[in-house]
């Protein structure tokens, strides 16, 4: 297993260029190029921030601003938008490279790498996209600012263990792809993204918190809306389950490595 | 010479499982029984030096890519194993992984990545790759807008940007024009006499007979043949036109060399020589002497139809010329057992200095490939001399006249 990684090293060029051309290529055809870039992370953050302000006025207690209930929703999203994009990702990225893997050797560990820095770098647009959206509503978190690293490793890293985990399977058992999308889409309802918990009943409120993006999804509102330090009680349940899924993920991939070129 | 490839008892089967589930559980130590297990290589044993060059043909399906697949490691062997030493760069298929909205440039460096290269090490080479690929400012347009013989320059340069220990050629350079095709192959021989081993799969004899000096025969998962080319070559054309109750034998002739014969029987060649104007039977054959090759047949079984053809083939085993009855209109009909026949061939022995066989097949129709009831590679062996022409080099005598004019 250590070769695989000192292997995986040796690709890190291929990895970081990879992810360079992957972002590069998907505007290299259109005329505004670059631009688009920036307009497809804009209008989304539009759309929560102009259209829900207009409907959803209410505000939230202990904010002030009359647009706490987008910047509740984007502190939300962002998060998540990370973590759907990878698990997404990663659960086909073996099976949409199949022909190249039965051609070329070289490490398959690069492939889902690839992927999480494609969706990072999504992440850092969509992030700065949103900054500035935020100054025009008013609202600068920035003093708990520094605490967003640890919410974004945490968030990659569940996203990593559980994508490389099912996306090994999914070469073997195809239905476990159809079966993550379907389950994505209750998972972005179960995670409090668009509600708050506490319209729950409490029993349920309790059910929310076996969620291991429950507390994630907290801890990038602390930062991003309420301004403050992620509450470190609702982040040791994810780090566990993060930690768990990853070392599965590893195991299984190890063991399915050399096999998955022959279904393939 | 040392060793850089060792091929040990490798097999390679595809299992298939009742369940998926049984196959994940197997990896974790629980024993299933797969439902299904194809065998697509049985016990393949070869090693390679430094500096041959491998020729591996086998009819489709026969395992020659899974066999490369698993050298190039991309496939692993269910048992047995490859010992490597150095790197493999492979041309398997054309522009593999190229993408085409990137221009040449950024893919031949994202492939070289792939390859393992850094970017130190692309960056040192990239320049040579480009005039190597001799695209000019296409080098910087979008591989899309690329005719297929420029990805193949490009895909060639990438792969052999660096000298690899082994490389290996799928069949693609066929795709490339002669000026290019003679310009990878030298530099394809150059790497060569530094030492890299070249492992070629092709279904042109000529090209293996040309460049490889050992050829690997595989049929139905297992080498049935390892040896000078030439030889093998022959015998897996035999095992082409080889069809049902057909029988491919090989004779070791009295000099070592080595004759095939194939076929289903039902005519025998008989006899066959060269024959002077005098009528004397020759094995040494002036330039531009007229000569008449005799074949008699005989047959042996009623059949309705028959054509015979011959082929002159130089010492590396190329096609010279050849040709067979059909063309002449000398088909013939209805045979009846234990008839004979003699062909008279009657032509000018217009070819270059060296010796040369002939390969004499009787077949139904007008190709070997469909009953073929005999065929004999190097039925006959015989030398062309110069005895009364001009000194000239080549293959073939061209008839000459030759004026100087003073102005």
């Known amino acids: ?264 | 010479m040392n060793k850089v490839l060792e091929v040990k008892n490798v097999s390679k089967s595809f299992k298939e499982y009742a369940s998926e589930w049984a196959r994940i559980f197997s990896w974790f130590g629980f024993n299933f029984n797969p439902k299904e297990e194809h065998h697509i290589l049985k016990n393949i044993n070869f090693s390679i030096n430094s500096g041959e060059a491998i020729g591996i043909v086998g009819q489709n399906g026969a395992g020659k890519s899974t066999l490369l697949k698993i050298i190039t490691g991309t496939l692993k062997a269910s048992e047995g194993t490859i010992q490597v030493n150095g790197r493999i760069s492979a041309i398997l298929e054309l522009g593999m992984g190229f993408n085409p909205d990137l221009t040449g440039r950024q893919n031949s460096y994202h492939s070289m990545g792939m390859m393992g290269y850094t970017i130190e090490q692309i960056d040192a080479v990239i320049n040579d790759l480009e005039a190597f690929a001799e695209i000019d400012e296409y080098f910087d347009q979008p591989v899309r807008t690329y005719s297929s013989g420029m990805q193949l320059r490009v895909a060639f340069g990438v792969v052999t940007a660096y000298r690899p220990e082994i490389l290996i050629v799928d069949e693609a350079l066929s795709v490339g024009d002669a000026y290019f095709q003679h310009k990878s192959l030298n530099r394809v021989r150059e790497f060569q006499k530094q030492g890299t081993t070249l492992l070629l799969v092709s279904h042109d004899r000529g090209a293996i007979q040309a460049i490889c000096d050992r050829a690997i025969l595989l049929e139905k998962g297992a080498v049935i043949k390892d040896g000078n080319p030439e030889e093998v070559m022959d015998f897996y054309n035999a095992l082409i036109a080889e069809k049902e109750n057909s029988t491919v034998k090989q004779v070791v002739k009295e000099d070592g060399d080595i004759q095939t014969i194939s076929g289903t029987g039902e005519v025998q060649i008989e006899d066959i020589g060269l024959f002077s104007e005098k009528g004397k039977k020759v094995d040494y054959i002036s330039v531009g002497e007229s000569i008449q090759l005799k074949v008699k047949i005989k047959v042996n079984q009623d059949i309705e139809q028959m054509v015979l053809g011959y082929v002159i083939k130089d010492r590396l085993g190329q096609d010279i010329f050849g040709t067979n009855t059909h063309h002449y209109n000398k088909i013939l009909e209805n045979l009846k057992k234990d008839d004979t026949f003699e062909f008279i061939f009657s032509f000018c022995m217009n070819l270059g200095i060296g010796s040369y066989s002939i390969a004499v097949a009787v077949h139904a129709n007008d190709t070997h490939l469909s009953g073929n009831y005999e065929w004999r590679d190097k039925a006959l062996i015989f030398n062309v001399i110069n005895t009364s022409k001009e000194a000239f080099v080549g293959s073939s005598w061209i008839e000459q006249k030759v004026e100087v004019i003073h102005v």
């Open chain 1, 1 to 264: 297993m250590k070769n695989m990684f000192i292997r995986l090293w040796a690709y890190r060029y291929f990895i970081l260029s990879s992810i360079k051309t992957e972002f590069t290529a998907r505007f290299i055809r259109s005329k505004l190029g670059g631009l688009w870039i920036i307009i497809h992370p804009l209008a989304q953050v539009l759309v929560y921030a102009l259209i829900l302000s207009q409907i959803m006025t209410a505000k939230l207690p202990g904010v002030d601003s009359t647009y706490s209930y987008p910047i509740y929703i984007l502190s939300g999203i962002i998060g998540w938008t990370l973590f759907s994009e990878i698990v997404n990702k990663s659960l086909n990225v073996f099976i949409v490279n199949g022909n190249l893997l039965k051609k070329m050797s070289f490490p398959k560990l690069a492939l889902p790498l690839i992927v999480m820095g494609g969706a990072f770098l999504n992440f850092i647009l969509f992030f700065i996209i949103m900054f500035i959206v935020f100054g025009f509503l008013g609202h600068l978190p920035y003093h708990a600012l520094h605490w967003l690293p640890l919410l974004v490793l945490l968030t990659v890293s569940l996203a990593m263990g559980l994508g490389l985990f099912l996306g090994t399977l999914n070469v073997f058992i195809r239905d476990i792809g159809q079966m993550m999308e379907v389950v994505l889409n209750f998972w972005f309802w179960l995670t409090p993204i668009v509600y708050m918990p506490n319209i729950l009943p409490e029993n349920y409120q309790e059910l929310l918190m076996l969620n291991p993006l429950t507390g994630i999804v907290m801890g990038y509102q602390n930062v991003l809306l309420y301004d403050k330090a992620p509450d470190f009680n609702l982040l040791m349940y994810p780090t566990i389950i993060a930690l768990i899924s990853l070392s599965l993920a590893i195991i299984i991939f190890y063991k399915a490595r050399e096999e998955m070129t022959d279904v393939l």
